[in-house]
């Protein structure tokens, strides 16, 4: 093969891979918006872990019962807000 032919093929290869990359239409990169459902789902998930967390910690004695009370109440309450918003928005 040539000098020029080589330089040929190195810029075809050059250009078809700056045409992969940054196509548009790339559909392994593209994500699917969320939705307000998507998010409180997975956040209702994030604060089930909370509370999962929080319970291990309180019985590895790292809160004290005053705390741990506290903290248990808020996210409990954060949770059952979230859950009805969850069923709304599934109703609707």
Not at 31 to 36: D, G, I, M, P, V
Not at 57 to 67: I, L, N, T, W
Not at 70 to 91: F, K, M, S, V
């Amino acid at each position: 093969m040539t000098e020029t032919m080589g330089l040929i093929a190195g810029l075809f290869l050059l250009f078809a891979l700056v045409l992969y990359t940054f196509w548009p239409e790339n559909g392994f990169a593209s994500q699917k918006e969320k939705t307000r459902l998507d998010y409180l789902v997975e956040r209702k998930e994030q604060l089930y872990e909370n509370l999962r967390d929080l319970n291990f910690e309180y019985k590895a004695g790292k809160y004290p019962e005053e705390d741990f009370q506290a903290q248990r109440a808020h996210l409990e309450h954060e949770t059952a807000q979230l859950l009805a918003e969850i069923d709304y928005l599934q109703q609707a």
